[in-house]
Nanobody, 121 residues
Framework: QVQLVESGGGLVQAGGSLRLSCAAP????????MGWYRQAPGKERELVAT???????YYPDSMRGRFTISRDNRKGSLYLEMNNLRPEDTAMYYC???????????????WGQGTQVTVSS
């Protein structure tokens, strides 16, 4: 099974920056679109960004500008650079893979355990 392991979350003051990382097996990671979701307490899970296996990125309008997704296929690593953080960015951030084995979909197929980001005002 694909194991996704996030890291890099923590407590940061408003206006600060964080870089999240997600590690996955290289053999699977290099061919799978990946993404980041987040879920704040009491709110629905929402898409932050996606990146194709070739590096094409997508951001919902609400996420465009302060977040940057990237990947390093050689390392099997996914990243999310977050700048000018706001208290409303406080959430659990999840790494997702859109493929699991030979099955790929436009919906996430695998989820990491999440990494908590807390932004203080």
């Amino acid at each position: 099974q694909v194991q996704l392991v996030e890291s890099g979350g923590g407590l940061v003051q408003a206006g600060g920056s964080l870089r999240l990382s997600c590690a996955a097996p290289r053999s699977i990671f290099s061919t799978s679109p990946m993404g980041w979701y987040r879920q704040a307490p009491g709110k629905e899970r929402e898409l932050v960004a996606t990146i194709s296996d070739s590096g094409r990125t997508y951001y919902p309008d609400s996420m465009r500008g302060r977040f940057t997704i990237s990947r390093d296929n050689r390392k099997g690593s996914l990243y999310l650079e977050m700048n000018n953080l706001r208290p409303e960015d406080t959430a659990m951030y999840y790494c997702v893979s859109y493929c699991a084995g030979s099955v790929c979909s436009d919906q996430p197929q695998k989820w990491g355990q999440g990494t908590q980001v807390t932004v203080s005002s």
